[in-house]
């Protein structure tokens, strides 16, 4: 009995090392997206909505409640766009909340993960846009630290900035030019920015960050990107204002 286990055990491992070699090797990878949207709708499947029902009715009492408006779509996208102007600039608007004073604000464009669609916006409209647990934050950089942060920045082809920030980088990433409010950085000042804690960390590749001091970033959850977002686009609303932002030359390519 324990030639013939052994036996056993031994073909088992034969078999399985000849099971492992492969004569195939990779040819090429493909990718694509598929787009989900009304075409799906053409042909419901029952079964399956009846199981969602008790599902959906819960998600939309939290996803559905309108925060706010915009007059029209808003996209993310390199080197600046309406959309990343517009998170960049409400995180300079939440500092007040802070009793912080800010020079200009920092959004990643990683970090937007949605589109805005012309007319009302919801709850999951914002947090589609900001999945992530994301915190504000503000730190402190020399001007000299800044200008490596606006480089870094040149590097990956753009990120999220304020108004005031204008940016000028060259076909091959490089910083060409960087003014705030009209003025040269000053090596040697010091600026105040508002930003994610996710960013102070010195990550999407802007390592400036590691050497920000005077850092204030608080953890409770409603320090969260998308309560900030939502904050503000409720203040919109009671104002009477439908949110607008455009492109207007805070990074050119040239």
Known sequence: MYRKIFYLAGLSVLLTAGGCASHYELAGIQRTRVLVDSRYDAAPDAEAAKFMEPFRHKVDSVMGPVVGEVDHD?????????????LADIMVWAARDYNEK??????????IRAALSKGKVTYGDVLDIAPFENKICFVTLTGGKVLELFSQMAHTGGEAVSHGVQLVFTHDHRLKSA??????????????IATLDYLAQGNDKMEAFKSATDVVSPQEISNNTRFIIMNYFKEQTAQGRVVNAHTEGRIRVE
């Open 74 to 86: 808003m996209v993310a996208h390199r080197p600046e766009s309406d959309l990343s102007n517009l």
């Open 179 to 192: 003014r705030l409010n009209g003025k040269e950085i000053d090596p040697k000042a010091s600026y105040r």
């Open 102 to 111: 800010v020079d200009f604000g920092v959004y990643n464009m990683g970090g």
